[in-house]
């Protein structure tokens, strides 16, 4: 058996409640429930449960060794130029940040997962794109360009499995919680 995994930080519902209102005004957009906002440190895909308690040890090593720290929600953009598939708020540069995403990539690897493509963009995806309005997205952009919502504590991170859905949003489940204690 295998389980599509993924390392993240849950957002508090303070900051969910700043996050929610902005989720409107876009056609073609599928806006994310409350329950599926997360900033991902590392998405690893299908991986059988061998490689999956191999991950777990790798993120309790990682939290044993991370101090917590506060992470600032602000701006906003799209992914995919010209042909956008999703909406995100982005996060604050953060030295913090950047290094548990590294940490997260290099357990990857170690595990034997090939390396993540793109470059760390440390976002909360609200939305994904089906056929948007080029217009629609630049609004988008432009409205919350300089959002910012108030810091929050990063005390724990999570390792948490998805399940995709043809006709309803991806479906989340927290498989592991990590404190930070570094």
Same mark, same amino acid.
Request: with cysteine; charged share 25%.
């Given at each position: 058996? *295998?389980?599509?995994?993924?390392?993240?930080?849950?957002?508090?519902?303070?900051?969910?409640?700043?996050?929610?209102?902005?989720?409107?005004?876009?056609?073609?957009?599928?806006?994310?429930?409350?329950?599926?906002?997360?900033?991902?440190?590392?998405?690893?895909?299908?991986?059988?449960?061998?490689?999956?308690?191999?991950?777990?040890?790798?993120?309790?090593?990682?939290?044993? #060794?991370?101090?917590?720290?506060?992470?600032?929600?602000?701006?906003?953009?799209?992914?995919?130029?010209?042909?956008?598939?999703?909406?995100?708020?982005?996060?604050?540069?953060?030295?913090?940040?950047?290094?548990?995403?590294?940490?997260?990539?290099?357990?990857?690897?170690?595990?034997?997962?090939?390396?993540?493509?793109?470059?760390?963009?440390?976002?909360?995806?609200?939305?994904?794109?089906?056929?948007?309005?080029?217009?629609? #997205?630049?609004?988008?952009? *432009?409205?919350?360009?300089?959002?910012?919502?108030?810091?929050?504590?990063?005390? *724990?991170?999570?390792?948490?499995?998805?399940?995709?859905?043809?006709?309803?949003?991806?479906?989340?489940?927290?498989?592991?919680?990590?404190?930070?204690?570094?």
């Amino acid at each position: 058996m *295998s389980l599509r995994l993924f390392a993240a930080i849950a957002i508090p519902d303070f900051v969910a409640e700043r996050l929610m209102p902005l989720m409107k005004g876009v056609g073609g957009a599928k806006w994310r429930p409350r329950e599926n906002l997360h900033l991902t440190l590392r998405f690893f895909g299908d991986v059988v449960e061998p490689v999956a308690d191999e991950i777990d040890v790798e993120l309790a090593g990682i939290a044993d #060794v991370s101090a917590p720290f506060e992470v600032h929600l602000k701006g906003a953009g799209a992914f995919g130029g010209a042909d956008p598939h999703a909406l995100w708020v982005g996060a604050a540069e953060n030295a913090a940040l950047t290094k548990l995403a590294a940490d997260c990539e290099r357990a990857a690897r170690r595990v034997g997962l090939k390396p993540e493509p793109h470059k760390f963009k440390p976002h909360v995806t609200l939305a994904y794109l089906s056929n948007a309005p080029l217009d629609g #997205v630049h609004a988008f952009e *432009s409205r919350l360009g300089l959002f910012e919502a108030p810091p929050f504590r990063v005390a *724990s991170i999570g390792l948490y499995a998805s399940w995709v859905r043809k006709s309803a949003p991806s479906l989340y489940r927290l498989e592991a919680e990590y404190p930070l204690r570094g």
